[in-house]
Every structure is written in C-alpha cells, then in structure tokens.
C-alpha cells in the first residue's frame, strides 16, 4: 500500500496482522520520496528535506517522515517498505487507467506499480496479492499525457 506519512498503512497492518498474523504487510514509496523505506531500513524514524521529497511525481507521498505514532505501528507491524521509480508509477497509472478504467493519481498507483514492475518478488502463484489503490486528484493534463505515453507535463 501506499506510505505517506503512516497512518493508512498503520491502521491496514494492524488490523490485516489482527486477522492473519502470518500475511506480510509491504508499503511502497517513490524512489525520491523514500523516507519511510529508510526508516525501516534502519531502525529508527527518518526525516527527508522536502526539496527531496518534492522531486516525486507522486505529490501525495511528499512527506518529510513518518508520523511519530504511526511509526511505532510501522516499526511492530510492517514486513518492508519497497520504493518504485518514477517512470513505474507512470506505467502504473497508465495501466489502471486503460486496463482497469480508473483514473488514479500517482501516489494511489505505487502498490500497482511495484506489483507490475516484480518489485516486492512475491510469487503470485502461490500466494493471494491486494494492492491498495487510492486517490484520483490527478491533473488532467498530466493524466493526458501519461495515456499519451510521453513525458510527465
């Protein structure tokens, strides 16, 4: 699922490990907005600068840090926080919105992303997948232009 500042994949892994303590709980992040994948990384919560964080497409997902709540429920609950490229969320987004008819913004797309790009290496044969797809503030020139296949506007 999508990272931000933590809450929404606090509340999913707290209630996803209470019904089956054995699923893994995977959050995604931008490549250029990895604060949480970092914090996880290392143990400990991480702040980001925002003119690091401000470099995503996925303007949804610009936060500095994990919230300092939702952190501890990160740190207990979570399996990994993975991150996907730029150009994946654009593909992703692509995707969804011609295969599945749906107009996601670029921060609701990363779990689709990282799903299509074999980001979290998990065997779909043998195990059930759920990709939390949220948010469709997505400028519509932007949205344009990624059914276009050119570059961001």
Do not use: F
């Not at 740190?75 to 990994?80: A, C, E, K, M």
């Not at 932007?142 to 296949?149: D, E, I, K, R």
């Amino acid at each position: 699922m999508p990272v931000s500042g933590g809450g929404l994949i606090s509340g999913v892994s707290t209630a996803v490990k209470a019904l089956r303590p054995g699923a893994r709980v995977i959050g995604v992040e931008p490549e250029l907005a990895a604060d949480a994948a970092q914090s996880l990384r290392e143990r400990r919560r991480v702040t980001w600068a925002p003119e690091l964080t401000y470099r995503t497409i996925a303007d949804g997902l610009r936060t500095t840090a994990l919230g300092v709540h939702p952190w501890e429920h990160v740190r207990r609950r979570v399996d990994d926080i993975i991150t996907v490229s730029e150009e994946q969320i654009l593909s992703a987004m692509r995707h969804l919105a011609v295969a599945g008819r749906l107009v996601v913004e670029p921060a609701g797309a990363v779990a689709v992303a990282a799903w299509m790009h074999d980001v979290a290496a998990i065997d779909t044969s043998t195990s059930t997948v759920a990709a939390i797809v949220s948010g469709g503030s997505v400028d519509p020139v932007l949205m344009a232009s990624v059914l276009s296949g050119g570059p961001p506007a």
